[in-house]
């Protein structure tokens, strides 16, 4: 059974770069044509995909978010990263981490970690 | 960017009840759709893939229909456990989106 699991500052100040990992369990990052993902939820909203990345390490991002986000993976510690340059309040939300199959649906999740931007 | 809109945003329904939830595309997305379940404190479930597939494990209450612009995801028959919000995700088109949900409640 395959298991995400978020890690990272649960807050981070204004400007500063908002840094999550999640790593993944009961598989290899590297098997199988999947996706790897970052979604976000703001408190009482709705679902905001940041971006993915292929096991060959190939990206697509959101284009709101483009200029601020970068997702890396590493296979050889089954683990792949977000980073968020320049956060604002506006970026304060549950942050997912989600395996895409078939393309992008999204079949697994990690729980969501809770990241607060304030000073 | 493709919007989804979802009708309704908010429902109402007692257990036993059919209910249907539509998600309309701006432009046409072919089946690339699914449906997730989310319930609070959770992340979302998968249910349906590619507008009807039906998820491993997802009870067959559940159905998908729909293609181009059009989708309504279906449940039979509510039990207790299918209160929760609902919301359709596209990936015709990068950005991938999703609708903006939809609140199933306990009439």
């Known amino acids: 059974q395959v298991q995400l699991q978020e890690s990272g500052p649960g807050l981070v100040k204004p400007s500063q770069t908002l840094s999550l990992t999640c790593t993944v369990s009961?598989?290899?990052?590297?098997?199988?044509?999947?996706?790897w993902s970052w979604i976000r939820q703001p408190a009482g909203e709705g679902l905001e995909w940041i971006g993915r990345?292929?096991?060959?390490?190939?990206?697509n991002y959101n284009s709101s978010l483009q200029s601020r986000v970068t997702i890396s993976i590493d296979t050889s510690k089954n683990l792949f990263s977000l980073k968020l340059s320049s956060v604002t309040a506006a970026d304060t939300a549950v942050y997912y981490c989600?395996?895409?199959?078939?393309?992008?649906?999204?079949?697994?999740w990690g729980q969501g970690t809770l990241v607060t931007v304030s000073s | 960017d493709i919007q989804l809109t979802q009708s309704p945003s908010f429902l109402s329904a007692s257990v036993g009840d059919r209910v249907t939830i539509t998600c309309r595309a701006s432009?046409?997305?072919?089946?690339?759709l699914a449906w997730y379940q989310q319930k609070p404190g959770k992340a979302p479930k998968l249910l349906i893939y590619?507008?009807?597939t039906l998820q491993n494990g997802v009870p067959s209450r559940f159905s998908g229909s729909g293609s181009g612009t059009e989708f309504i995801l279906t449940i039979s028959s509510l039990q207790p456990e299918d209160f929760a919000t609902y919301y359709c995700?596209?990936?015709?088109?990068?950005?991938?989106?999703f609708g903006q949900g939809t609140r199933l409640e306990i009439k």
């Open positions: 989600a395996r895409g199959s078939r393309g992008s649906y999204y079949d697994y």
């Open positions: 009961g598989g290899s990052i590297s098997s199988g044509t999947y996706y």
């Open positions: 590619a507008a009807s």
């Open positions: 990345i292929s096991t060959s390490g190939g990206t």
């Open positions: 432009q046409g997305i072919s089946s690339y």
């Open positions: 995700q596209q990936l015709n088109n990068y950005p991938i989106t």
